[in-house]
């Protein structure tokens, strides 16, 4: 996933990309009916990315998906910037609330689980700045599952933000060496475990004098990866991370009721 062209994401026109998100319309023109609706454009380019990766979402690929010219394409949305708004606002909607009545950790494992399964089935997603996030329905609905979890425990608002962001921080960044680690075995042949197989029997032939330098690392390196190759589990690192940082959020809790 190269992600240069994600620089686009936030440079478009604010106020027609909040109107797109929203269904607001500006004022009807004269002509013929539209053959299409703006929601199949945007299914189009989700499913064009799906396949490919976001740098294959363009005016043009999108129109050939859709059997149309690329300018007629600009009927519906004003250029790709606003696009890939509407894009990620789109599969923001496929998140869920958690279930009524979990404690607060629970809540916050649950909507970090969602997002975890969500950039598992759309990778693009790491691709797409989150400094300027789509002022869309489905995006306010997922920042508000984030911070309802933490509501009322103790913390105040602007240090619930930053627990958000704490959380879709560590998902973005675990799930995204989790795809890499998925992408490598898919190009090289080789699972994780097959590739340390392979490495082991050369990285025990090296001499006992050169070794002695790394003994920490050596010892922890090995029980880590026969842990990790045992369990052939991608997700350790998120779930052991989110754990602990809902450890932090915890004692930071406990502090303020004391």
Do not use: C
């Not at 890939?84 to 923001?92: A, G, I, P, Y």
């Amino acid at each position: 996933m190269t992600g240069v062209s994600t620089q686009e994401n936030g440079d478009g026109d604010p106020r027609r990309a909040i109107e797109l998100l929203w269904g607001i319309s500006p004022p009807p023109r004269r002509g013929p009916k539209p053959k299409l609706a703006t929601a199949d454009v945007v299914r189009a380019a989700v499913a064009l990315a799906d396949a490919e990766d976001l740098d294959a979402v363009t005016i043009r690929r999108v129109a050939e998906q859709l059997g149309v010219s690329p300018m007629s394409l600009y009927t519906y949305v004003p250029g790709r910037a606003e696009l890939l708004d509407l894009m990620t606002d789109h599969v923001h909607g496929e998140l869920t609330d958690p279930e009524e009545g979990l404690g607060w950790r629970a809540a916050l494992t649950a909507v970090a689980e969602d997002q975890w399964a969500l950039l598992h089935r759309h990778p693009w997603l790491l691709q797409v700045p989150t400094g300027r996030p789509p002022l869309g329905p489905n995006s306010f609905a997922k920042y508000e599952r984030e911070l309802r979890a933490v509501e009322g425990i103790g913390l105040g608002d602007v240090e619930m933000d930053a627990v958000a962001g704490l959380v879709t921080g560590l998902v973005r960044t675990t799930a995204r060496s989790s795809l890499d680690n998925a992408r490598l075995a898919r190009t090289t042949g080789l699972t994780d475990a097959q590739w340390w197989e392979r490495a082991w029997p050369v990285l025990a032939g090296i001499p006992a004098a050169d070794a002695a330098h790394y003994p920490i690392s050596s010892r922890v390196g090995q029980a880590a990866g026969a842990a990790h190759n045992a369990a052939e589990n991608p997700a350790h690192a998120f779930r052991f991370g989110l754990a602990r940082v809902l450890d932090g959020i915890e004692m930071l809790v406990l502090q303020r009721q004391q």
